[in-house]
């Protein structure tokens, strides 16, 4: 993670291409997350958003917080509509119809509809090389609906369809792990972030932007509606996050890791959970599991970021 010495506020763009005003709950993870994504972006961006939080809270007709040009899409299809427009865009440049100048486009989806509702159609979209990047704001269910348990919700957390009782215990899964996959399309860029680290998520949003071909960021929206946090914890359980290891921040260029911010000693798991009424229900013996499969998985992201740079060397 890169030092700054200077007053950092001065460092970003002024705009707000995200208004204020939306209708996102107090406390939004994702709210913040947007206004950070789209500090990376100028006018000639164009957003396809899935059905989901951002797409009610920011769209209510007639009102809306995009102040740049938007579609709504439906849950499974919105790499698809993406890839339509960048198609369709290289064709109005080719028949001089518009002006040939660098459009970006970005999709953007929860983790229902990325990880679940949306993946065939990304998976598609990556395969055939579309030039757009794909930021998933992952809350870890599905909250627009209700708080029902998504394949992105994390092992033993309490969803209204996951429910922890007599006989449940919560999520019955591991996280599926998106980016992995992302990467194992072979595209260009594939990153992790969290608005708790806004200059981290502004310089990987960039990077994405800037990528020749499909670019994928995965980024942890905490949501104090499902998470059953204080909402004046958002930027804490981010962060706590990613030092416990839960979440770590990571980018991969061209196939090879890096890590963004490296832990050595991760902090325990239960200052994370701790805060979370989500995960209220858990005995001692669940989270030893969840710690050991924290562990394991931070150290496989971790070898391989290792292993890149020793090939680097």
């Known amino acids: 993670m890169q030092n700054y010495s200077v007053f950092v506020p001065k460092l970003l763009p002024k705009r707000e291409l995200f208004a204020p005003g939306h209708r996102g709950c107090i406390g939004c993870g994702e709210a913040l997350a947007v206004r950070l994504a789209t500090k990376a972006m100028d006018e000639n961006t ?20 995009w102040r740049l040009p938007w579609i709504h899409t439906l849950f499974e299809n919105t790499a698809a509509v993406a890839s339509g427009v960048e198609s369709a865009l290289k064709v109005l440049k080719r028949k001089k119809r518009i ?33 757009f990047t794909y930021i998933c704001f992952d809350n870890e269910a599905y909250m627009n609906t209700g708080i ?23 999520q019955f899964s591991w996280k599926k792990d998106m980016p992995a996959i992302a990467v194992a399309h072979n595209i260009p860029y594939v990153a992790t972030c969290c608005p708790s ?20 960021i995965h980024c942890l929206s905490v949501c104090p509606t499902g998470w059953r946090c204080a909402t004046e914890d958002t930027i804490k359980i981010g962060r706590l996050a990613v030092e ?21 000693v991760l902090k325990p798991l239960k200052e ?42």
């Open 148 to 170: 029902q348990r998504s394949s992105a919700t994390p092992f033993g957390a309490a969803t209204t369809t996951s429910p922890a009782g007599k006989v449940g215990k919560g």
């Open 244 to 264: 416990t290891g839960v979440f770590p921040l990571y980018e991969v260029v061209n196939g090879e890791y890096k890590m963004s911010m490296e832990t050595p």
């Open 99 to 131: 002006e040939d100048k660098d459009i970006k486009i970005v999709a953007i989806g929860g983790d229902g509809a990325t990880v679940d509702i949306g993946l065939q159609a990304l998976s598609g979209a990556m395969e055939r090389g579309h030039n």
């Open 197 to 216: 680290y806004p200059f981290d998520m502004i310089e990987k949003v960039s990077k994405a932007l800037a990528a020749d071909g499909p670019a994928y």
């Open 272 to 313: 994370y959970t701790s805060l979370q009424r989500r995960f209220r229900h858990l005995t001692e013996e669940s989270l030893d599991l969840i710690q050991e499969r924290v562990q394991l998985e931070y150290n496989k992201i971790a070898e391989r970021a290792a292993c890149a740079l020793k090939l680097e060397k």
């Open 46 to 65: 164009i957003i396809v958003n899935a059905t989901g939080c951002m797409e009610i809270i920011a769209s209510q007709y007639p009102y809306t917080s």
